[in-house]
């Protein structure tokens, strides 16, 4: 219940007045707070949330730093959807072109990093963002992913990483053992569906790491050969808690798209429904229906409810057939990430996509988290146990 999407879990709170939310932390991580209606995210009303561990954490480092990472537009949301659902308009709008914040402030001006030789550091990563990725990398450093969503992994080598909106990560970083010279650490906003133009899109922002107040900086240039570069990816990581791939008990597949309506206005879907809010919030009819509650109908049509059983392991399969990336969050759990592949599409296949591999995970423990990124034409395979009931 202490959820927060206005009509999934609760009626709004009205204009004027208060609600407290009250929860009973059982796990801990890098986790972030927003709004759930009028898009109230986008314009601002947003917050990391770090739950720290009580007993000592599996990984030893020296200092715990946050860093959160979001996207901010010169209107408010309400004007940038308008421009963007007006078919008269081209895409992307004119407010397409945002910039980005680090820690609240102007991505320009992001704070320094101050290392000391031998030690190592946690930096976390929080991605408010509405619509743009970021990506983060520390040339002449050792970086290893530990966490993702809330969720310890094993120990994985990296040379950056790539946060999606919603996503969190966490790594590790050894500091050098010399301090002869300073370095520079890079955050590159981007949204691979709004076409590149000098200046406005992507942005890179540009930090100090600093070992000697007096050295000069060491020039690493990370701006060539990025298809070279090991970004994670969360289909080769493993959980932590060594957990098995779940053996599945029902297997469901879901497909995005985007319609034209009668409006002009392109919306998108899934199977064909696009959601719309109920005049009950859907949690209220679950315990207000007695048996009915689990015949899919009472939640009306345009909610598209899924019920599942209590403990069943259920497999989604979604693909993304469009020529954008799609986020993807799931309220009140973590999956298991087990494939990627060419996604099904109804329309012709674009050359560049048609050789898109299937990748399984093929180790004992795969990933969990509960924030995907469907990149252009995938599909992709996760795994749930409906063990939150709500």
């Known amino acids: 219940f202490m959820d927060g999407p206005a009509m999934v879990t609760q009626c709004g709170i009205p204009p004027g007045e208060s609600f407290t939310y009250v929860y009973k932390l059982e796990q801990t991580g890098t986790f972030w707070i927003h709004g759930h209606d009028h898009h109230q995210n986008s314009d601002g009303l947003r917050a990391p949330l770090v739950v ?39 895409f992307p709008p004119p407010h397409g072109y945002g910039f980005g914040l680090i820690d ?27 619509l743009t990725t970021f990506q983060f990398t520390l040339p002449g450093h050792r970086m290893r992913v530990v966490e993702i969503d809330g969720v310890y992994t094993e120990p994985a080598e990296v040379d950056g990483i790539t946060i999606a909106p919603a996503q969190r990560y966490s790594v590790l970083i050894d500091a050098l053992e010399k301090t002869q010279f300073n370095y520079r650490y890079n955050i590159t906003m981007f949204a691979e569906f ?21 050295a000069p900086f060491k020039e690493i240039r990370s701006d060539a050969g990025w298809e070279h570069f090991n970004f994670a990816n969360d ?13 599945v008990d029902r297997h469901l597949e879901y497909s995005i798209g985007n319609n034209l309506y009668s409006t002009g206005q392109h919306l998108d879907h899934f199977n064909n429904i696009t959601y719309a809010q109920p005049l009950v919030p859907t949690l209220y009819t ?13 939640y009306g049509p345009q909610t598209h409810a899924l019920v599942l059983k209590h403990m069943e392991v259920v497999e989604l399969t979604i693909h993304n057939p469009n ?12 999956f298991q990430v087990v494939e990627y592949g060419l996604a099904k599409s109804s329309f012709p296949v674009p050359d560049r996509f048609r050789n898109i591999p299937t990748v ?11 924030t995907m990124l469907i990149p252009t034409m995938h599909y992709i395979k996760i795994r749930l146990r409906a063990d939150n009931p709500g």
């Not at 709004?194 to 000697?212: A, M, Q, S």
């Open 52 to 90: 720290y561990d009580r007993e000592r954490p599996p990984f030893e480092y020296k200092d715990d730093i946050l860093f959160s990472v979001e996207d901010w537009y010169l209107e408010e949301f309400a004007e940038r959807e308008r421009q963007t659902l007006d078919p008269s308009l081209p």
């Open 104 to 130: 609240g402030y102007n991505g320009n001006h992001t704070k320094p990093l101050y290392f000391e030789p031998g030690n190592t550091y946690r930096l976390r990563f929080v991605n408010m963002g509405a």
């Open 194 to 214: 709004i076409p590149r133009k000098e200046g406005l899109t992507p942005r890179v922002y540009i930090g100090d790491v600093i070992y000697n107040k007096n």
């Open 235 to 247: 289909i080769m990581l493993a959980s932590l808690d060594g957990e098995p791939a779940m053996p």
């Open 286 to 298: 679950a315990l207000t229906m007695g048996r009915l509650a689990m015949d899919e109908r009472v």
């Open 323 to 334: 020529t954008m990336p799609h986020p993807l969050h799931l309220h009140g759990h973590v």
């Open 360 to 370: 399984k995970y093929t180790g004992s423990c795969p990933s969990k988290r509960d």
